[in-house]
C-alpha cells in the first residue's frame, strides 16, 4: 500500500507570495492532519480535516488555512509568506479521527522563504 | 504543552538494546502513549503504542509501568539506521487526531 506523498518536496517563495502545499493520503484514510517542524518551534499541529470538515486547529494565524477533498486529498495554503514560515511542513493521514487512530507520516514539503 | 518528559539524548552500543524512558505522569486512564521516531529531515516513523499493557511488534517493545505514569521503549538490537529522534505523545482524548511533539530523545547509536 503506498504511504503518504506530498508534493511538492521542496519549495522556494520570497516574501509576501502566498504558497499551496498537498497531501494525499493512504487509501482509504479520511483524516489528514498538517503540521509545521522549525528548528525553534519543534513540530507543532496545524489542523486536521476529516471528511471535509476542520475538525481540531493549532495555534496558527488565519495566513494558515486548508481543506480537504472529497477524495480525501487535502491542500494546506499559506498567504502573504514571512521569512518565519520556512519549515518543513508535514502532512500525516489515519483512517478515522480520534486518539486511537495512528497517524502515518508523508516525507513533508521543505518550504524556504525569502 | 507536552504532556511527557523524555531525557533530551542517549547513546547506545550497536547490537545492545536501546532503553528509551519517557514520563508522562498525568496521563488520564483512557490516553494511549504512542512513540514516533524521525531521522534526520524525514517524516515521523510510527513506531508502537499502548494503553495499559506492554507491546511488542517487529520494531520495538513498550513497557508502560503499572501506574501509567512512566514507559519505556525498547530496541532490542540497536542499528545504525536506529540513530534518530524518538518521540513518546501522549494522545489526549477529546483532541482527535492532534499529536502534541515534545523535544524527544536524540538517540546516537555509535558502533
Known amino acids: 500500500k503506498a504511504g503518504v506523498t506530498q508534493t511538492p518536496r521542496y519549495l522556494i517563495k520570497t516574501r509576501g507570495q502566498q504558497v499551496t502545499l498537498s497531501c494525499s493520503p493512504i487509501s482509504g484514510h479520511r483524516s489528514v492532519s498538517w503540521y509545521q517542524q522549525t528548528p525553534g518551534q519543534g513540530l507543532q499541529f496545524l489542523f486536521e480535516y476529516f471528511s471535509e470538515t476542520q475538525r481540531n486547529k493549532g495555534n496558527f494565524p488565519g495566513r494558515f488555512s486548508g481543506r480537504q477533498f472529497s477524495n480525501s486529498r487535502s491542500e494546506m495554503n499559506v498567504s502573504t509568506l514571512e521569512l518565519g514560515d520556512s519549515a518543513l511542513y508535514l502532512c500525516?493521514?489515519?483512517?478515522?479521527?480520534?486518539?486511537?487512530?495512528?497517524?502515518?507520516f508523508g516525507p513533508g514539503t521543505r518550504l524556504l522563504v525569502l | 504543552d507536552a504532556k511527557t518528559t523524555q531525557p533530551p539524548s542517549m547513546d547506545c552500543a550497536e547490537g545492545r538494546a536501546a532503553n528509551l524512558p519517557c514520563n508522562h505522569s498525568?496521563?488520564?486512564?483512557?490516553?494511549?502513549v504512542y512513540w514516533y521516531r524521525q531521522i534526520h529531515s524525514q517524516g515521523p516513523q510510527y513506531i508502537i503504542h499502548g494503553l495499559k499493557n506492554n507491546e511488542t511488534n517487529e520494531m520495538a517493545s513498550l513497557i508502560i509501568t503499572e501506574d501509567r505514569k512512566s514507559s519505556t521503549l525498547i530496541l532490542p538490537h540497536a542499528t545504525l539506521r536506529d540513530t534518530a529522534v524518538y518521540y513518546c505523545?501522549?494522545?489526549?482524548?477529546?483532541?482527535?487526531?492532534?499529536?502534541?511533539f515534545g523535544q524527544g530523545t536524540e538517540l546516537s547509536v555509535k558502533p
Open positions: 498525568t496521563i488520564s486512564g483512557n490516553e494511549y
Open positions: 500525516a493521514s489515519s483512517r478515522n479521527t480520534g486518539s486511537q487512530e495512528t497517524q502515518y
Open positions: 505523545i501522549v494522545r489526549v482524548d477529546n483532541q482527535g487526531g492532534k499529536l502534541i
